[in-house]
């Protein structure tokens, strides 16, 4: 088996980023010569990165995770190494400064998407939250406010443009929170590093023969880390398991409840938590019924959910 890049997620690629997609493989084959990693399997992918599951020298079970360019990206390694501890996936190596972690393999067919109990899967998450707010973010980690800035300058120039759903009141709502919090992120500190991306798939098991009677067995994978207040986290699992919340017969008040949860597990500002979900959310329904060709998302209904909450 060689080092092959998968065909769709090269063509899932812009012109801009095609090259460099094609040339993953390479660079898959040379770190494998330096760690002495063999192919064990076919590569599975997502939206920014591949990840090729492996044998170790001693035929450890790990995967080789190659992600695109990106600030948060390379930090990636970063903070995985700080979190290192229960709850984690394992970071055996990588390189300091890419998007090239060398990972403990985990169960990619469990995650907490599907688990029946979404409670249960939501304290889970909290709890990881609440964990993660407590570990400083280590040098090389991309401020928030970078981020929370960028944001404010996509849905500033959608502000004056007609949204269904969206109201003045929610853009300014949006950017004044965006405002406010990126300015209080730069002037406190230190700040932990918040996961960015912790919904229910981004929480693997590990598998069956790794299994620990005194470990539940999840692991958080795949961050997208920056540095600020970790109600950020909280959007993610809100917008994920959306038919669960439709299952109730009352999708918006089981959202408020999930909210909630993750709140309190984790002991976050829920004031501070709810206003920059309504501001994301603004960001995601405008930029999906303005600038996305299809006008579909799964996450439109949730995000239309969270961008009223004023």
């Known amino acids: 088996m060689t080092w092959t890049v998968p065909e769709p997620f090269v063509a ?7 090259q460099w997609a094609r040339s ?4 898959a084959a040379g770190l494998a010569r330096d760690w002495s990693l063999e192919p064990a399997g076919e590569p599975m992918w997502g939206y920014v990165s591949v990840v090729w599951p492996v044998r170790g020298p001693a035929g450890e079970p790990w995967v080789l995770k190659l992600s695109e360019d990106d600030p948060r990206m390379r930090a990636e390694g970063l903070v995985l190494r700080a979190w290192q501890g229960p709850g984690v996936v394992e970071l055996v190596r990588h390189v300091p400064g890419t998007g090239a972690p060398l990972l403990e393999a985990l169960d990619p067919g469990r995650d907490l ?3 029946a109990d979404v409670d249960a899967a939501t304290e889970v998450i909290g709890g990881f939250i609440g964990g993660f707010a407590q570990v400083q973010a280590p040098d090389g980690v991309p401020s928030m406010a970078d981020e929370l800035r960028r944001i404010r300058s996509h849905v500033r120039a959608r502000r004056d443009l007609s949204v269904e ?3 003045r009141r929610d853009f300014d709502l949006a950017l004044d929170t965006l405002s406010s919090v990126a300015a209080h992120i730069e002037a406190n500190g230190p700040w932990p590093a918040v996961h960015g991306d ?3 798939c981004n929480v693997l098991h590990t598998r069956p023969e790794a299994a620990d009677s005194g470990d539940a067995g999840w692991r958080v994978i795949d961050p997208l880390p920056s540095a600020g207040p970790a109600e ?3 959007i993610a699992p809100l917008r994920n398991r959306w038919q669960d919340a439709l299952a109730t017969g009352d999708p918006e008040r089981a959202l408020g409840r999930r909210l909630d949860q993750l709140v309190a597990a984790a002991g976050l500002d829920r004031a501070l938590a709810r206003a920059l979900c309504q501001a994301v959310a603004v960001d995601n329904v405008s930029w999906i019924l303005l600038e996305n060709p299809t006008r579909q998302d ?5 995000y239309r959910v969270m961008a009223a909450w004023h």
């Open 198 to 200: 912790l919904h229910y």
């Open 298 to 302: 799964q996450f439109l209904d949730p």
């Open 232 to 234: 950020l986290d909280v």
């Open 165 to 167: 759903g969206l109201t």
């Open 24 to 27: 993953l493989g390479s660079v």
């Open 113 to 115: 998407e599907g688990e």
């Open 12 to 18: 899932s690629r812009g012109d801009g980023q095609l």
